[in-house]
């Protein structure tokens, strides 16, 4: 099965400041990589899939990139409403859909 | 408006079996495939089936193979989990999350629904 490797497991940012969280696939998985947040309480919400396409609604300072094993998730201005966790989940060929260990971004 | 309202959790003991139901609305349901993922206490987010369309392809991750089963009734718009041998290790709170078509992406999600496994 393919691991996915995520990091920092946590952060602590200004607002205002631009936060990059990365992705590393234990093999190529293509683009087939997306990004969710999670805030407590609440249900997940897919901010970008495909490694790089934002889903409808979803503000713009949200960006994905990269392909093959490595990718990045980038808040480019951290708002107080992005205090959640975040979570890459890979989907190449079949199931399992394996997310990565998550990132939880506080404010500092 | 796409809805996913989980339901069916609670407290069993160790060993004890549980059915989650997924009602769904705001869509086509029998058109799309779907997921449970589950998230226990102080984790992360963990993918537990899947299930195609019509129901005719099924996987499940390894922790829950030939324990847990995935079905859906497309004429009630539901989706089901019934787990058997329940362990410590399967309290969580469970989500049902509908796919995108062709994708491997979840876009829908419900609340989800606690089950603790505890004696």
């Known amino acids: 099965d393919i691991q996915m490797t995520q990091s920092p497991s946590s952060l602590s940012s200004s607002i205002g400041d631009r936060v990059t969280i990365t992705c590393q696939a234990s093999q190529d998985i293509n683009n087939y990589l997306n990004w969710y947040q999670h805030k407590p309480g609440k249900a997940p919400k897919l901010l970008i899939y495909?490694?790089?396409n934002l889903e409808t609604g979803v503000p713009s300072r949200f960006s994905g990139s990269g392909s093959g094993t490595d990718f990045t998730f980038t808040i480019s201005s951290l708002q107080p409403e992005d205090i959640a966790t975040y979570y890459c989940q890979q989907y190449d060929n079949l199931p399992p859909f394996t997310f990565g260990g998550g990132t939880k971004v506080e404010i500092k | 408006e796409v809805q996913l309202v989980e339901s069916g959790g609670g407290l069993v003991q160790p060993g004890g079996s549980l059915r989650l139901s997924c009602a769904a609305s705001g869509f086509t349901f029998s058109s799309y495939e779907m997921n449970w993922v589950r998230q226990a206490p102080g984790k992360g987010l963990e993918w537990v089936s899947h299930?195609?369309?019509?129901?005719?392809?099924?996987y499940y991750a390894d922790s829950v193979k030939g324990r847990f089963t995935i079905s859906r009734d497309n004429a009630k718009n539901s989706l089901y989990l019934q787990m058997n041998s329940l362990r410590a290790e399967d309290t969580a709170v469970y989500y049902c999350?509908?796919?995108?078509?062709?994708?491997?992406?979840?876009?829908?999600w419900g609340q989800g629904t606690l089950v603790t496994v505890s004696s």
């Open positions: 495909d490694a790089s």
């Open positions: 299930i195609r369309s019509s129901g005719s392809t099924i």
């Open positions: 999350a509908k796919q995108q078509f062709v994708r491997g992406s979840f876009d829908s």
